[in-house]
């Protein structure tokens, strides 16, 4: 026997609940213990709350959470409140496990301070895995990311990657000044690399383009398809299908998603049609718009060509 969404609901909450724990113990060690006593601010509003401290010396994650505030306002404004929640969340319950990890760092566990570059390496391994464990739920930590999102809506032929890049930019060259140092900013971008690397791999696998795909049977294909347009932000095609039992015809909704956005679109099923049937099938390559370009293969096979001809 099936269950109801709303019996379903309080397992989807402690997931999210247990993975923003995670993330954040993740994400805390590595500010703690790598990248802050090695005045390393590895972009973003955290990054930018590393360099705060060092100057006045108000705790790091007090600090992100209130230089957080006038961002979430504005995505609310933007966006409306059921889309930023579990960014609010899963920034509160990161930027708490900052500040209680400094309790606990001074008895239990050393800040490591020898070389920086080792610093910078497991403070991108540990941030990367902290970060992925929030975006696996459908969340994300606000900050760079949610400013992203938001300036592109607003200037939409520039990439978002290309927008974080630059919001990390600035946070990075602003610590370079502070501390006085190139090689903590140099540092700092190797933090991000590495970060943005584990990301990928968690997320997406080995290579970027890979992701899921998932052919929904449903009741309410209309509600669902909405949903999945305008809160996952993916494109829905609509097939027309019979059925081989009942010689109806019907529709099967079609949709490309990477793996993180999976649990956003079986929580929209759910919550429409607990009956709904759902197959999610693995795309080992996916290119197009929201994925890898469709040209970067032919790109390969141009150059290689080039070189045989040579």
């Known amino acids: 026997m099936r269950g109801t969404a709303s019996e379903k609901k309080p397992v989807a909450f402690l997931k999210d609940f247990l993975f923003f724990i995670i993330g954040g113990a993740l994400y805390a060690a590595s500010v703690r213990i790598f990248t802050a006593p090695n005045q390393i601010a590895p972009g973003g509003v955290t990054g930018l709350s590393t360099v705060i401290n060092y100057l006045i010396g108000v705790p790091i994650g007090t600090l992100s959470f209130l230089l957080n505030i006038p961002i979430f306002v504005w995505a609310v404004i933007a966006l409306g409140f059921k889309t930023v929640a579990k960014t609010i969340a899963a920034t509160f319950l990161m930027s708490a496990a900052i500040d209680l990890f400094s309790l606990l760092v001074p008895g239990t566990f050393s800040p490591y301070m020898g070389n920086p570059l080792l610093a910078a390496i497991c403070g991108g391994l540990l941030e990367g895995a902290g970060l992925s464990m929030v975006f696996l739920r459908g969340g994300t930590t606000g900050g760079s990311d949610m400013v992203a999102r938001l300036l592109g809506a607003r200037v939409p032929h520039i990439s978002m990657g290309k927008l974080i890049f630059a919001v990390d930019c600035v946070v990075i060259l602003i610590s370079a000044f502070v501390y006085r140092s190139l090689e903590s900013a140099l540092y700092a971008g190797i933090t991000i690399f590495i970060s ?26 209309e509600e669902i398809a909405r949903d999945i347009l305008g809160n996952i932000e993916r494109g829905v095609t609509r097939l027309q299908a019979k059925g081989g039992y009942s010689g109806r015809n019907g529709e099967v909704l079609l949709c490309a998603v990477r793996r993180y956005e999976v649990a956003g679109v079986k929580e929209i099923i759910h919550a429409h049609d607990p009956a709904a049937f759902v197959i999610v099938g693995e795309a080992g390559e996916i290119r197009g718009e929201g994925f890898r370009r469709i040209n970067a293969a032919a790109k390969g096979r141009k150059k290689k060509s080039t070189r045989a001809k040579r």
Do not use: Q
Not at 201 to 217: C, E, N, R, S, V
């Open 196 to 221: 943005s690397r584990v990301i990928d791999a968690i997320l997406y696998g080995t290579d970027a383009g890979t992701g899921k795909f998932i052919l929904i049977i449903s009741e309410k294909n």
